[in-house]
């Protein structure tokens, strides 16, 4: 069972940033592709953005210039950077190792004014 653990989640204004993380305990992360997803209540879960062990990165076009995602493999976490933030940014976070199949618990953002 993999185990990750996202954190960062919280109340931000419309404009405002967020840092996501995932944290991953007892396999090492970086040599997976990890990916961000979110889920809004009502709606399909959607991709937010991947990267792979090489550092390949792709981006939804909803979130393509004001989010950044990244690696500290001295940690074993990937991070979602969240700027300009807008409500349709609400939603539940989540991080996913495909190869391993496996979630983590997803974190709360909330973006109102």
């Known amino acids: 069972q993999v185990q990750l653990v996202e954190s960062g989640g919280g109340l931000a204004q419309p404009g405002g940033s967020l840092r996501l993380s995932c944290a991953a305990s007892?396999?090492?992360?970086?040599?997976?592709?990890v990916r961000w997803y979110r889920q809004a209540p009502g709606k399909e879960r959607d991709l937010v953005a991947s990267?792979?062990?090489?550092?390949?990165?792709n981006y939804a076009d909803s979130v393509k210039g004001r989010f950044t995602i990244s690696r500290d493999n001295g940690k074993n976490t990937v991070y979602l950077q969240m700027n300009s933030l807008k409500p349709e940014d609400t939603a539940k976070y989540y991080c996913?190792?495909?190869?391993?199949?496996?979630w983590g618990q997803g974190t709360q953002v909330t973006v109102s004014s």
């Open positions: 990267i792979s062990s090489g550092n390949m990165i």
């Open positions: 007892g396999f090492t992360l970086r040599v997976y592709l």
């Open positions: 996913n190792v495909p190869l391993r199949g496996d």
